[in-house]
Every structure is written in C-alpha cells, then in structure tokens.
C-alpha cells in the first residue's frame, strides 16, 4: 500500500467535517490520497507533522489561520488580502498558503449571478469569517456593507477593506436594501428578525446547521445557503490544489448528507511500538471511566506466554491470527479504549475493523523518540544491532497502514506519557462533549 496524506489542522480537529468530503473525492477519484484530522496545541506542531509525514496538502482551521503564516515560503493573494490561511501545501520552490475561504463564497454566490449583478452585499459579524467574505464579494465587483457589534473590529475592517458600515441598531429596517446578505457569526447569534426579508434576497448563513434562516426562507422563498454550501465550495479548490485532480461537487454534497458518526465510546490507539499507546491509553481511560484493554498484554494472558515465546513456539502468521481475532471481540464494546499492538495495522481486515467500529486515534512520533529507553526483551523484531535503522524502516512501511485505518493523528513526539494522555483527553472531550 502506498498514498499520499493530506490532513486538517486546528485546536480541536477530530469534530472536522472534511476527511468526510476529501476521502469521498479521493474514493470517487480512485487516487492514491487518505486525508485525516490532526488535532494540535500549535501551528508549529501541524508544520512539524506535517513535514514529518511528508504531507501533500493541509487545510488549517482556528485558531491556526494566522498563526502559520511565518512557517510557510510563499502566500497566495487571497492569503495576503485576508492574512489567513487555511490551506498548505508544497510545491518544488517550498510550502505555500492558500485561502479557499474566500473562493469558496465567490462560488457560492457565483450561482445566483442576477444578484451579483445588482452589486450589494451586507456581511454581517467582524471575525475571521466575515474577512474571507469581503474579500470575496469585492473579488465579484460588490459594494460590500458591514455590520457588527464589536465597533473597534468593524473599524479595523472598514479602514483595512475600505468597506461600509451600518448600525446593527437599524438593521431591521435596512436589510432589506441589500440583495445578498451573510451572517458570519456564531451559531445561535440573532441580530434581526428574518421573518422581515422578503423572497428577493440571497442568505448565506456561516454555519452549517440549527440556522435562524431555513424555516423563514422555506416560508418566505429567499434563496438560504447554509455553511454546508460555502464548506462543499471551499473544500473543491483545496482538493484541486492538494491532488491536481478536479472534483464534482456532488460526491461531496452526497457524502456530507450521508455521514453520521455514532459515537460509542469505542477508542483504539494505534501506533509504533513505544509509542505510549498503553501508558497513555490506560491513563485516558481512567479519565474518561471506560475500560482498558491492552492487546498484546490481553493476549500474553490468554496465551500463558509473552510475544517473543509466541513468536517463537506459534510463529508470526498465529499471533496475527489471534490479534485479529480478540480485535473483532471488542468490535462491540462500548466505553472501551483499546491499545493495538504496533503490527496490528498490518492486516488489511484489522484496518477495516479500525475503521468501521472505533474512533482510532493513530498516536505519531519518530522512530528515534519510540525507541529510545524501550526494553526490546518483549519486542521480537528489535531484537538486533541495528536498531534504529531497522525502527525507520518498519515504521516508513507501517505509516500508510496506520493513516488508511486512522479517524485522527495525534503527534506525541517529546511528551511524556502523562502528557500524550492529557492531549488525547482534552481533544475528546472537546469533539464528543463527554
């Protein structure tokens, strides 16, 4: 087996929408691409992982949109205008920054021409969002207004895109001059009664569900756009620029409307061997108050020997037999965390376990970092002079096995075990409310 990585980045990650809509493009393309949430303290971290794993693309959310920007070689002119990035990639003269935000309500809005055409916009918020919409509808020739709250942000705005600006005071009353209005805000934020538009306008909402705009638009006929459309429109760019291959935006649209995760409180850690998968899984599962199940211990038990005696009396293709096997008896446990031996990855019907049953966390570090103070007395394939050549090789061979199975990457390269368990706790909680 042998791909590309691509990944999303930002603090949290794991709750991302858009292995959904890649891996879809990929599946649909048939190229040879797995692209994963990578959940990380610091734009550096991402950089680092992402040079690491020699990654061919990276989209990048919050808060590391501006953060990166002193880590790459080279930015876009969406990047520049917007001082954001959310899209990383290499090409032969370095690491480039991309903001597909903005391309991505241009062609959100492109659909509805008649309205561009009228050349009034009301962007409404003054984040990192409303940037990317400005930018965008000044790219499609709009006289952009903005209103919002934070009067110190919307100065900065009007003095840095030579924007307009309205009182959110009055905008009830006013709204309805404009034929294309966004909401860049927070979920749940109200700052005017929708039910005073009338069918003639063009919504954009920032976010992709719960908005105060779909039921008035079915009532009234203005033409809604949830997040859903500018996420879809951003990700099609992004996934040209990453791959070089062109997708239609209906693989995505089809894939988002069929995703569900079910979360079952079902984890598996996957990851070379000194990793940290047991010390931190056994940690993360006190935390979290569900059980832990280390492989290669449970089946030492079970077996009444250790892995090398195994090895040794039963041989490799028995070993993998059982693991396999004692994976698929977990398939159905919940509130379980599971730490997989480093070969489990090996068998392509583990990866499909993997991935159909657990969140699987794929725990990253160097060869160097794994091996350094592991007792190789239980490690068969260590057991040589050579050791961190043999360390590299397995886990180059090992890297696309662990990424086809993965939900997430974790990098856990100079923590300690107590740390590597607290980052995993903190994301996790973060993504799942628990």
Known sequence: MDFNIMAVTGNPALHSLSPVLMNAAVQHDGAPYRYLRLPAESAQEAIDTFKALDMKGMNVTAPFKRDVIPLLDHLTDNAQKADAVNCVYRRDDGLWGDNTDITGVELTLKKYPEYVERGKMLVI???????????????????VTVAARNQEALAVLKQKYNVLSASLKHITST?????????????????????VLTADHVVLDANYKDSIFEKPAEKIGFHFLS???????????????FTGNDVDASVMYD???????????????????????????????????????????????????????????????YFREIESNLLLEYADEVDIILSCGGGTVKSAANRQVLRDNFVTLWLYASAAYCIDGLDVSNRPLLQCDNRLEVAQNMLQERIPLYADCAYGIVSVENLTKKQTAQKLYDQIVKTFGI
């Open 175 to 195: 709204v309805n001059n404009y034929p294309i209005i966004v909401q860049a805000l927070p979920s749940g934020a109200v700052v005017f009664d929708p039910n």
């Open 125 to 143: 918020g003054s984040g990192g969002a409303a940037n990317a919409v400005i930018i965008a509808g000044q790219n499609l020739g709009l006289e």
């Open 255 to 317: 894939a988002l409307d069929n995703y569900h995760l079910d979360y079952q409180g079902r984890i598996a850690l996957t990851g070379f061997m000194g990793v940290g998968k047991t010390t931190a899984g056994r940690d993360l599962a006190y935390e979290l108050n569900y059980r832990f199940i280390d492989m290669d211990h449970e089946l030492e038990r079970r077996e009444g020997m250790k892995i090398t005696e195994i090895f040794e009396k039963k041989g490799e293709e």
């Open 227 to 241: 997040g859903r459309n500018w996420l879809v429109n951003q990700a099609v760019p992004a996934y040209k620029t």
